[in-house]
């Protein structure tokens, strides 16, 4: 697997292999299992996503060598204060059975995340934490927390896909020398990514997939997806994409692409985000 540098000289793999949704604990155990023996290794969970001890066993069975592997995890809202931070990593770490974490981010840009970042960076100088990242942080939230925190996180990891391609976002990550990684990659299906005739037309020239055609695309622009499938005919295909090139014209076609908003919703209001921290209170962590 290729990889990329951080801004601290850790190596991250260029693709990751995500789980969120994967409340099957023994289906999600089995899903990242098969992405480690197809060749995955970054893998992509979080407290919220309430599967870290799968992930955990699945990274056991698999007998590669830590060493060998990129696992991040994140901090869920309810943890994000300086009080309750550690404690909130360190039941992700045991729930993972792991020594350390190569990435750990704050999930959302709710709740004391200051206090929270605060109680990461002694984690991060302990060694328990490799790289820093934040997670959802939009240009603005994100200005006014580099300006007030020494040490600069490594990743700030938002919705990015051929039909929301955040130009500004990774111009702003690229000038602050951050890694930018991307969620929902294939804008989970949504705005009909697989049907879109100029991405069939060029994956048609490649003779590759769809699916592989918009990861190529990610991995010229140098950005990280972090794609999810349990289908392992799927997961095989989807880190097979570096035996060919887009041309210049093809990126700019899929550069056309860009309608310049979310495929899924956005908590531009207060209602919307006071129902958001609300759920969220609701999850295990």
């Known amino acids: 697997m290729k990889e990329l540098i951080l801004n601290n000289g850790i190596h991250i793999p260029c693709i990751g292999y995500g789980v969120f949704r994967m409340t099957d604990l023994d289906a999600c155990e089995k899903a990242v299992l098969q992405a480690l023996k197809t060749g995955y ?25 830590r060493e060998e592997l990129f696992i991040s995890t994140k901090l869920w809202v309810s ?29 959302q840009p709710y709740h004391d995340y200051y206090g929270a970042y605060k109680a990461l960076v002694e984690l991060y100088q302990e060694g328990k934490i490799k790289a820093l990242g934040v997670d959802n942080f939009k240009q603005d939230r994100l200005a006014d927390f580099l300006f007030f925190n020494d040490t600069k996180p490594a990743v700030n ?45 060029i994956a048609s020239h490649h003779q590759k997939s769809v699916a592989q055609i918009v990861l190529r695309w990610f991995y010229q622009r140098q950005i990280i997806p972090i794609v999810k499938s349990a289908n392992p005919k799927r997961m095989k295909e989807n880190i097979e994409i570096f035996d060919f090139e887009l041309s210049n014209e093809e990126m700019k076609l899929i550069g056309n692409l860009d309608t310049g908003h979310t495929c899924f919703h956005e908590r531009d209001t207060a209602q919307k985000v006071n129902h958001f921290l609300e759920q969220s209170l609701k999850f295990k962590v």
């Open 41 to 65: 290794r970054f893998i992509d969970t979080a407290a919220a996503y309430e599967n870290e001890e799968a992930v955990g066993r699945a990274i056991k069975r698999s007998g590669i060598k």
């Open 79 to 107: 943890d994000t204060s300086y009080e309750k931070a550690k404690a909130g990593f360190y039941r992700s770490l045991e729930r993972l059975g792991l020594d350390y974490v190569d990435l750990y981010l704050i999930h």
């Open 157 to 201: 990891m938002i919705e990015c896909n051929p039909f929301y391609q955040r130009d500004d976002e990774k111009e702003y990550l690229e000038k602050n020398n951050m890694q930018m990684l991307a969620w929902s990659p294939l804008a989970a299906g949504k705005a009909s990514v697989f049907e879109n005739e100029i991405l069939k037309e």
